[in-house]
């Protein structure tokens, strides 16, 4: 069967409450889709007019009040308000028949959320939707917030995809849309929700982004990112001598006392300091090479240097957070590198692994925030190219 694209678009209202990880758990852990891209947006006046009359022209006639409803909920809330934009997020998801399995996993508009003793919970919808009607004319509605948005047939899917085509070129990745009252205080940090949470349908990479939201930061950006071995290496340049001067000479004993035990004989001091200048250092570069390989999906010893700016198979989540001490309290919840140090409630802790898959990354100060940024090139995103190159196929 063809393999196309839909989307989910997750309201300002839902990115708002914080809800974004609950909506991405539920998402990645039933679904037998890929997750492709991931873009945080600010929609324009323009932009929600188009996508409320695309709404409207669905041809979906088992469900016209339903058309009309997220048309009129498009129009209010998607618009700027007070001068302001608002963050949308866009979830791209790739695979055999998108637009019924978002539906389903999203859920209806209307019967599930009547009455409280007719929710579920198990759609979205039922979770974070709300639709209140008068109690004297049940067909009034007085309160309507959709929580997600998603189309239900691929014809509509592709209009949408266009629109976001023309929409997405002028928009930034980074969707800074607050005015603080002292903004000496604000700084940004980064995430890194690593490679070993995407190897299968997990609510992992949701869950952690809902851990992280006990910090009371707003999301400003968000990819999924593709490191290539460049990037890796570049990245995570700075472990390799921290790595080579602690593991030297721990390793350079250790080889030391196996030698010792092997051959019944004791080594000297400077014996061992060789050892550790050779053997220790292998060990130390060796372990940088793997911590590379993890990010990348890519050895840096097998592959060729006009491919090393390749992305590589392997993929992950960056996002940028913001808010006050927006390192620190990020650093909180993630916890130390080793997770059998971590305290019980951290990402780590529930997540990791050893300390190279330990689940996520985050920036270890300002001045880390800037560099790394630079090398993922977080204002580009990798969404708009994906849309763009489906569009052409199916044209």
Not at 51 to 64: E, F, V
Not at 243 to 252: D, E, I, Q, R
Not at 359 to 388: F, Q, Y
Request: proline fraction near 6%.
């Amino acid at each position: 069967m063809e393999q196309t694209i839909s989307y989910v678009m997750v309201t300002p209202y839902t990115v708002a409450k914080s809800r974004t990880g609950g909506v991405l758990a539920r998402l990645l852990s039933r679904l037998d889709l890929e997750l492709v891209g991931a873009q945080m947006i600010a929609p324009d006046e323009e932009f929600a007019k188009t996508y409320a009359n695309q709404l409207r022209n669905q041809r979906d006639h088992k469900n016209p009040e339903g058309a009309e409803l997220l048309a009129n909920y498009v129009e209010k809330n998607l618009v700027p308000s007070g001068g302001r934009r608002h963050r949308t997020l866009l979830l791209l998801f790739r695979g055999e028949e998108p637009c019924r399995k978002l539906s389903d996993i999203c859920g209806a508009l209307y019967s599930e959320n009547r009455s409280i003793e007719s929710i579920t919970g198990e759609t979205i919808r039922d979770t974070y939707a709300d639709l209140m009607t008068d109690p004297n004319d049940p067909k009034k509605i007085t309160y309507f917030e959709p929580a997600v948005l998603t189309p239900r047939n691929q014809e509509l899917a592709d209009d949408n995809l266009k629109l976001f085509a023309r929409f997405l070129p002028e928009q930034p990745n980074i969707v800074e849309n607050m005015v603080y009252p002292e903004p000496s205080k604000i700084q940004q940090t980064l995430v890194i929700i690593k490679p070993d949470n995407w190897m299968y349908a997990s609510s992992k990479p949701g869950t952690i982004i809902d851990m992280f939201s006990r910090t009371g930061l707003r999301i400003i950006g968000i990819k999924v990112h593709r490191f290539s071995l460049a990037e890796a290496l570049e990245f995570y340049g700075p472990v390799e001598d921290t790595l080579c001067n602690k593991l030297a000479p721990v390793f350079g004993q250790k080889a030391k006392e196996i030698l010792n035990r092997e051959f019944n004989m004791v080594l000297s001091d400077k014996t061992e300091k060789a050892l550790a200048g050779s053997f220790g250092i292998e060990y130390a570069e060796n372990q940088f090479r793997q911590i590379v390989e993890f990010m990348s999906g890519l050895n840096p010893l097998t592959v060729p240097v006009e491919e090393r700016n390749n992305p590589g198979p392997v993929k992950c989540m960056i996002l940028i957070y913001e808010g006050e001490d927006a390192v620190k309290k990020i650093r909180d919840v993630l916890g130390p590198t080793d997770p059998l140090k971590a305290p019980g409630g951290t990402v780590r802790r529930e997540f990791g692994s050893n300390v190279m898959v330990n689940t996520a990354h985050a920036s270890d100060s300002p001045e880390s925030v800037i560099r790394e940024k630079g090398i993922v090139r977080i204002e580009e995103n990798s969404l708009l190219d994906i849309i763009n190159s489906y569009l052409s196929m199916r044209n």
